[in-house]
């Protein structure tokens, strides 16, 4: 069956960076686009970068644009999150999300990780 | 990209039914039939009822439904049941080199 499980948040201060990873099993992942997708305490989801299967086509929102980077990397069935300059505001649990290529919906999501920006 | 419109809560009685609406423009839901939402439990991960305004995914009760009319779309529960309780959460595309956006969420509250 298709599981993502997210790994990496974690306690980070103001500045300070973090690297998510997502394991992707039960589905030939090199198909798949991927986002991650967060949601702060007791808030909404907020779609914050999103990559095509081939890692070709990238978006960010512009809350992290500049600051985060998504990458993928097909052999190890893997999807990352690179975050620098993390503000308090970063503060949230991170979902990686699969989507049918081309698709613009969420078929299948990851547990979460929580990341914490907080000096 | 705006965030969205929704109702911040609903409610309803177990058997009743309910709609959920989620107003966005002309540049997002108005523009496209790529309207998606999710049921969120507390500590949960959002899971998916409904694609492209109004399809269903496998194993996804057809007590769900949507629709969409000019900018606003709808998501109904129909047969409230007590496990209905959570939050709900539109998306919609918004264009190419573009992320899409999601709505607020919506807590709906089975009396």
């Excluded at chain 2, 108005?30 to 939402?37: E, K, R």
């Excluded at chain 2, 996804?60 to 709808?74: D, I, L, P």
């Amino acid at each position: 069956q298709v599981q993502l499980v997210e790994s990496g948040g974690g306690l980070v201060k103001p500045g300070g960076s973090l690297r998510l990873s997502c394991a992707a099993s039960g589905f030939t992942f090199s198909d798949y686009y991927m986002s991650w997708i967060r949601q702060a305490p007791g808030k909404g989801l907020e779609w914050v970068s999103y990559i095509s299967s081939s890692g070709s086509t990238i978006y960010y929102a512009d809350s992290v644009k500049g600051r985060f980077t998504i990458s993928r990397d097909n052999a190890k069935n893997s999807l990352y999150l690179q975050m620098n300059s993390l503000r308090a505001e970063d503060t949230a649990v991170y979902y990686c999300a699969r989507s049918p290529p081309g698709l613009y919906y969420f078929d299948y999501w990851g547990q979460g990780t929580l990341v914490t920006v907080s000096s | 990209q705006s965030a969205l419109t929704q109702p911040a809560s609903v409610s309803g009685s177990p058997g009743q039914s309910i709609t959920i609406s989620c107003t966005g423009t002309s540049s997002d839901v108005g523009s496209y039939n790529l309207v998606s939402w999710y049921q969120q439990h507390p500590g949960k991960a959002p899971k998916l009822m409904i694609y492209e305004v109004s399809k269903r995914p496998s194993g996804v009760s057809n007590r769900f439904s949507g629709s969409k009319s000019g900018n606003t779309a709808s998501l109904t529960i129909s047969g409230l049941q007590a496990e209905d309780e959570a939050d709900y959460y539109c998306c919609s595309y918004a264009g190419s080199s573009t992320l899409g956006v999601f709505g607020g969420g919506t807590k709906l509250t089975v009396l």
